[in-house]
């Protein structure tokens, strides 16, 4: 089979501007970057009535591979081709990723978004934007240190770190300034990846500029001696950091290789941050359609959690429809089958001890008030026997599954699935609802998330976390959501626990407040805020070869 570069390279594309005329976007509200790559002026878009929101999740990753992307990409396409006006939101891929254990993140097979080989690498420019900002902000609060500290800045409560779009290890915990008197005051630092910035976070929920530049105003970036805080804006951060963040604000257009538009906007992660492309191409995509689909990041015990509880929460927004998807392969891994003998035969007890995973998920999708529609992303080596489990499954649990074969056959191979969606995002939702209340105390919000959707049998928070969240309640940040940073191979902190395992421990270490953006994010397990590379990361096989094409990217 060919690579998913290789099938990008046989694609035809169309300028970008004939995909925004084809999308209703007017001339005056393109910004084109290059041939195939735009920024839209949301403001100079006419108004409109809302279209539908369908959202695309999926059961627990494995290495077999899901397919959430590829699959978020061929319902759009089919939707197209079923007389529906669609447009697709998605987030952007991080370099920390692509050049780590993915190698890429645009779909995949004929169900991709283009052009692949640049939105993996610098895309628009995005992410060095957002990148900048936090680290002018961090270079702001050492040369306020440095030259004085008026605003009594206590060294050892600086909790705003630095950040770069890479998996680097090495950084998590530095110490500097070092180098004498000239350099600064030496203190404990660190770096976080990009993605789990609060930048990004930010601009993915913000609702303009103003309210991007006041929610940079309000990040706390430390405390005093007596424990009180220490806001952006009290070093004066924030007017530039908007500068730079001025353009990473609008959404990037690109297109399928149906040549059907997509936003590509944002790229929080879901195990980390919570997972969702910004809320501004959201809600221009959806004045600009009649049906919208997007994705949350990982399973969809993180990601579509996150996007119902703190997406659609802060930004007033609701799914139609629920899609979820789910592989043989993966079914298979969480039914005890390794990765090596995955090309082994049919093996439909696995796909059936495995399917307490795809139970789990849609059990959980329920507790928001939807019953999801399963989307079996088939693989070539899939047995008619191994997809009626599934199906047989699904429907014991309550669900409809569909096949869908748009990886190989782009979106005639999800045509199905589009209709039956469709049909439901026109009924709508109107028993959605949210996990907890806004109102909860905070540690309780934990607690749901981890007893609800994880089944944790004991939810441990340590005295000192508990004190924390008790502070920043007494501050005012009571209401906010939590964000829950966990390990997205497992329901549980353990990676190694595969299937639907129950009664465990989910150990918080440590939570941080968002303040700019919205939420207090509650680290759980060993999960790290800066990755570091596998022992074979995807960065050895990336290269250009003799014609200067790009390989490796998949």
């Not at 591979?65 to 697709?88: C, F, Q, W, Y």
């Not at 540690?443 to 994880?454: H, L, P, R, S, W």
Request: with cysteine; glycine share 10%.
């Amino acid at each position: 089979m060919p690579t998913d570069i290789e099938i990008a390279r046989q694609a035809t594309l169309i300028p970008i501007t004939q995909v925004a005329k084809n999308a209703g976007i007017p001339d005056d509200a393109l910004i084109p970057y290059g041939k195939y790559k735009a920024k839209v002026d949301t403001s100079a878009l006419p108004p409109r009535e809302s279209g539908k929101l369908i959202l695309v999740t999926a059961i627990n990753p494995t290495p077999a591979g899901e397919g959430k992307t590829t699959t978020s990409v061929g319902l759009s396409d089919a939707l197209h081709r079923i007389g529906k006006k669609t447009m697709l939101c998605l987030r952007e891929p991080s370099l920390g990723p692509c050049f780590g254990v993915k190698g890429g993140g645009a779909g995949g097979g004929k169900s991709q978004v283009m052009p692949m080989d640049e939105i993996n690498l610098h895309f628009t420019g995005d992410f060095h934007a957002i990148t900048s900002a936090h680290n002018l902000l961090s270079a702001m609060i050492d040369n306020h240190i440095y030259w004085g500290n008026s605003l009594e800045i206590d060294l050892r409560r600086v909790t705003w770190r630095r950040v770069l779009d890479m998996n680097d290890r090495a950084l998590r915990e530095i110490v500097g300034p070092l180098g004498g008197v000239s350099n600064g005051f030496p203190r404990e630092t660190g770096f976080d990846i990009t993605v789990a910035s609060e930048i990004m976070a930010i601009l993915c929920l913000a609702a303009d500029l103003e309210d991007l530049q006041k929610r940079l105003g309000d990040i706390i970036i430390g405390y005093r001696r007596d424990k009180t805080p220490v806001f952006c804006r009290d070093v004066k951060a924030d007017p530039a950091m908007t500068v730079l963040l001025k353009d990473a604000i609008l959404p990037n257009l690109v297109q399928t290789l149906e040549n059907r538009p997509a936003f590509l906007h944002g790229g929080p992660f879901a195990n980390i941050a919570h997972g969702c492309n910004s809320v501004i191409a959201t809600k221009t995509a959806l004045r600009m359609a009649d049906y919208v689909v997007t994705e949350a990041g990982f399973g969809a015990d993180l990601g579509a959690e996150k996007f119902m509880d703190i997406k659609c929460r802060l930004a007033g927004l609701k799914p139609d429809a629920i899609v979820l998807v789910a592989t043989v392969r993966a079914l298979k891994m969480n039914g005890g089958v390794a990765k090596k003998d995955l090309t082994e035969g049919a093996n439909p007890d696995a796909v059936r001890a495995g399917s307490v995973n795809l139970r789990r998920h849609i059990e959980n999708i329920k507790k928001f008030g939807i019953t999801p529609t399963i989307a079996i992303n088939h693989f070539y080596l899939d047995t008619d026997e191994e997809i009626a489990v599934i199906q047989e499954m699904a429907a014991e649990y309550g669900a409809e599954a569909v096949i869908c074969k748009h990886w190989a056959d782009g979106g005639a191979g999800a045509e199905e699935l589009a209709h039956i969606v469709s049909a439901k995002a026109d009924k709508g939702a109107p028993d959605f609802n949210q996990l907890y209340p806004s109102e909860m105390k905070l540690a309780d919000k934990i607690t749901t998330v981890a007893t609800e959707i994880y089944r944790a049998g004991n939810v441990a928070i340590p005295t000192s976390v508990r004190n924390q969240l008790k502070a920043w309640e007494d501050m005012g940040y009571g209401h906010y959501p939590v964000c829950m940073a966990k390990t997205q191979y497992s329901f549980s902190t353990d990676p190694t626990k595969l299937g639907a395992p129950v009664d465990h421990e989910i150990a918080i270490r440590e939570v941080r407040l968002s303040a700019g953006a919205g939420f207090v994010v509650a680290i759980a397990g060993d999960i790290m805020t800066m990755p570091g590379l596998p022992k074979v990361p995807s960065a050895e096989n990336i290269y250009l070869d003799e014609n200067g094409q790009i390989e490796g990217l998949f």
